[in-house]
């Protein structure tokens, strides 16, 4: 039995697809299915249940789901010890955040990063959900929240601020002030169902509950443009706000929202020189542009 099979094997169980599965290992639907086939084959058992909906568990594949994840935590383990002691400062560095984290507060570093690391290929990652760091799905993190894992190094790295903001031509529409109390007659613009939970979403379902909602949206990229289009009230990051020149801030975010930005890494790679050196150039960088 090898390695390979159980990984293809239990990126479909916690997907629950081929295509996705695929798209997690960076390969092809069709080599995942032919991995999952060949490892029936070897256990003389199926593993899934093959329906409309995607591929579930069956009573063998459950049986041995544990033990794969066992296997592939042995594994992880032996390559994040290798790694770890990897002393040369080059080499590829995965950094997983989200789309406005990475745009606000990495992004505008990173001509000065590559001058100062050269030989370090810099990989980032915008996504919603957390990237898990004992299967390597990135090397760093950069997170609002902060981790509970024991297995993790954590280094305080600034603060998230956002605040409330419409569009000038919408608060001039509206005879709106800074300080902004009622919300009734207004329109705001929040996030999906999915994201409710998100940096802000709670403030609004909290305190504008007599607002029009003009548009939800997964992406604070949308919330931005369509306050700047005068669709209405939307919490936005401040680092970028404060500046724009079409907007107005209505709240600070110390009524709105404020949250403590951690750098994160697997606790085997903090000795590796490259995820050292990306942690102690953005740790500062990320301080001094959120104070």
């Known amino acids: 039995m090898e390695w390979d099979d159980l990984k293809h094997f239990l990126a479909v ?3 629950g697809s081929l295509a996705d599965a ?3 290992l960076k390969t092809s639907p069709a080599t995942v299915g032919r991995r999952v086939a060949a490892l029936e084959a070897k256990l003389g058992a199926r593993l899934f249940d ?4 995607g591929y579930s568990l069956t009573e063998s594949g459950a049986a041995i789901h544990g033990k ?4 592939e935590e042995a594994v992880l383990s032996v390559e994040r010890e290798a790694f770890g002691r990897d002393l040369h400062v080059s080499g590829r560095v995965r950094l997983a955040t989200s789309d406005e984290l990475c745009a606000n507060v990495i992004v505008p570093h990173l001509s000065e990063f590559c001058r100062c690391h050269p030989r370090i290929l810099l990989e980032i990652v915008a996504r919603t959900d957390l990237a898990n760091l004992s299967r390597r799905e990135a090397d760093v993190a950069l997170r609002s929240a902060r981790p509970e894992q024991h297995n993790l190094m954590i280094r305080r ?3 998230w601020k956002c605040g409330l903001y419409a569009a000038k031509s919408y608060a001039s529409a509206h005879d709106l002030n800074p300080g902004l109390r009622d919300f009734s007659n207004l329109d705001i613009i929040t996030w999906t169902e999915e994201f409710a939970h998100f940096r802000g979403g709670p403030w609004f379902a909290e305190h504008a509950r007599d607002a029009t909602v003009a548009l939800q ?3 604070r990229r949308i919330h931005y443009g369509a306050c700047k289009a005068g669709l209405g009230l939307a919490i936005l990051p401040c ?3 404060d500046h724009d020149p079409d907007l107005v801030r209505l709240l600070p975010p110390e009524q709105v929202f404020i949250a403590e930005l951690y750098l994160v890494t697997h ?5 590796t020189a490259r995820v050292r050196a990306v942690i102690d150039f953005f740790r500062p960088a990320i301080s001094n542009c959120t104070r």
């Open 267 to 271: 606790r085997d790679l903090a000795r």
């Open 50 to 53: 093959r329906k409309r909906t």
């Open 157 to 159: 790295a600034g603060w």
């Open 22 to 24: 695929a798209h997690q």
């Open 239 to 241: 680092l970028s706000a």
């Open 13 to 15: 169980a916690r997907t």
């Open 217 to 219: 949206a997964n992406s």
């Open 68 to 71: 794969a994840e066992e296997v």
